[in-house]
């Protein structure tokens, strides 16, 4: 198993697309920390699938997963999702940037309370989970792999969602900043960039036909994407295959990127 020995943090992994990361990563063989704001009962479902996954690799169920709640809007819950997470298992050695919100409106209708609770999430939480991981990764003197979950939005104009594109903005400019001052200590960092893909968080796109197929006229490969189809290229990149990658941005969105056009 390619990630033997290793333990994963996958924030926001209670559904969607965190979650596919989780079982993935699971079935590789790496002990997952599962974090969850305000759904335990989809961390818990989480954790199950994580412990049969891992169950498969002759690890005891406790050794395999655990969960955490945690805001990832708050710095100091980041930080304590951290240490917790070590805490439990000695170390980490991936961190999977996961959670994340966005909110459609007008710019000119955009509050500051809604601005401040996007940007704390996709960005500034990302921020200091990485510091936080990075600082323990230090202090153990132990290379390892940040893997931001991104989109196709750190590149693409999305009217009515500028909140959502200046978080994830700031994290592709954030990723390559930190693959140049982070690589002399052995850590890798890249994100992964999904386009339209089939989670709760597209959930009315899903229920309105006409707005689905508006969007699948844009997908060359003709269909929305899966969580698996992005949970495969992070199991590779948290795998020793992709050592000497850092500092990319990788789209999983089937074309879509260089055939939008806004309806």
């Avoid at 919100?101 to 500034?124: G, H, M, P, Q």
């Avoid at 500028?162 to 700031?170: A, D, E, F, L, R």
């Avoid at 844009?218 to 899966?226: A, E, Q, S, Y």
Wanted: with cysteine; glycine share 10%; proline share 3%.
């Amino acid at each position: 198993m390619k990630l033997d020995g290793k333990v994963a943090l996958v924030t926001g992994s209670s559904q969607g697309i965190g979650q596919a990361i989780a079982i993935r990563l699971a079935q590789d063989g790496a002990s997952v920390v599962i974090n969850y704001r305000s759904h335990p009962e989809g961390a818990q479902e989480t954790l199950n699938q994580v412990q049969a996954a891992g169950g498969k690799c002759h690890m005891a169920q406790s050794d395999v997963g655990a969960t955490i709640q945690a805001d990832l809007g708050q710095v100091s819950e980041v930080q304590r999702l951290i240490s917790e997470s070590v805490e439990r298992f000695g170390q980490v050695d991936i961190l999977v940037n996961n959670a994340g919100l966005e909110k459609r409106a007008d710019f000119w209708d955009v509050s500051e309370e809604d601005y401040d609770k996007v940007t704390d999430v996709n960005l500034k939480g990302v921020f200091f989970a990485a510091q936080a991981f990075v600082k323990h990764l230090k202090q153990t003197n132990r290379p390892g792999k940040i893997i931001n979950i991104s989109s196709v939005h750190e590149e693409l104009p999305f009217p009515h969602f500028t909140t959502y594109c200046i978080s994830k903005g700031g994290v592709k400019m954030m990723m390559r900043n930190l693959a140049v001052e982070l690589g002399p200590l052995g850590i890798t960092i890249n994100n992964v960039a999904p386009g339209a893909i089939a989670t709760p968080i597209n959930k009315d796109l899903l229920e309105d036909k006409e707005k689905l197929n508006a969007v699948l006229k844009n997908i060359p490969l003709g269909r929305l994407g899966k969580p698996e189809d992005v949970s495969n290229l992070v199991a590779f990149l948290a795998s020793s295959d992709a050592d000497y990658i850092t500092g990319s941005t990788f789209y999983v969105d089937g074309g879509l990127l260089w055939n939008y056009q806004e309806q």
